[in-house]
Each structure stands twice: as C-alpha cells, then as structure tokens.
C-alpha cells in the first residue's frame, strides 16, 4: 500500500516562510509526476503546485507564482513546497499527491495517491 505523509506544516506569520516535505513509503513510484493541492476553511480543495516525474518540469496556481517553489529528491523519495512571503490567505490544509503518470498535471482526478494533509496557518 501507497502512503503519502506530509510534514512541515505549522503556524507562522504573514510575510514568513515554510517548508513542506512529503515522503512516499513506495520507492518505485519515484518517477510519477507529484503535485501539491490546499483546502481552506468553507472552499474546495484547490491547485497548488505540480513538478514531473523527472523534476524537470513544474507548474503553479497563479496565486502561489513567484512566492512557491515545489522540488523533489529522487534519491530520498521525497517532495518539497518551500513556501515564502506568506499571506494569510494561504492559510490552508495542504495535500500531496502522486499523479497516474510522469507528466505535470493540475486537475485532482489526476493523482492517484493522496497524504493526510498538514495545517498551515498565517497569521496577520
């Protein structure tokens, strides 16, 4: 069984940063596409970030753009959502995925595998 587990979440002022790490438990899945998605109080879980199976191509939500940055280290089995100049609308339940294939994809009927979430919360 897939398991992604999420960490780094936490509370943290606007302006700050964070870095979110997500380890997949199945090294054999180091090669698809992963992807980042976020879940605010009363809205739907949105687009966040997404980089390839071969990290060499990543997509972001217009919102993050300039302000995240998502990387992944093949040889830890792991991906990152480093996150600067935070704003409270960030402030968000935050979820990573491993898509079906290699190639960057943004919709979540997309993803295959999902973690449990970690709390990011910006304060003003």
Do not use: H
């Amino acid at each position: 069984q897939v398991q992604l587990v999420e960490s780094g979440g936490g509370l943290v002022q606007a302006g700050g940063s964070l870095r979110l790490s997500c380890a997949r438990s199945v090294r054999t899945l180091s090669s698809y596409a992963m992807g980042w998605f976020r879940q605010a109080p009363g809205k739907e879980r949105e687009f966040v970030a997404a980089i390839s199976g071969s990290g060499g191509a990543t997509t972001y939500a217009d919102s993050v753009k300039g302000r995240f940055t998502i990387s992944r280290d093949g040889a830890k089995n792991t991906a990152y959502l480093q996150m600067n100049s935070l704003k409270p609308e960030d402030t968000a339940v935050y979820y990573c995925a491993s898509a079906f294939g290699t190639n960057v994809v943004t919709t979540q009927r997309e993803y295959k595998y999902w973690g449990q979430g970690t709390q990011v919360t910006v304060s003003s």
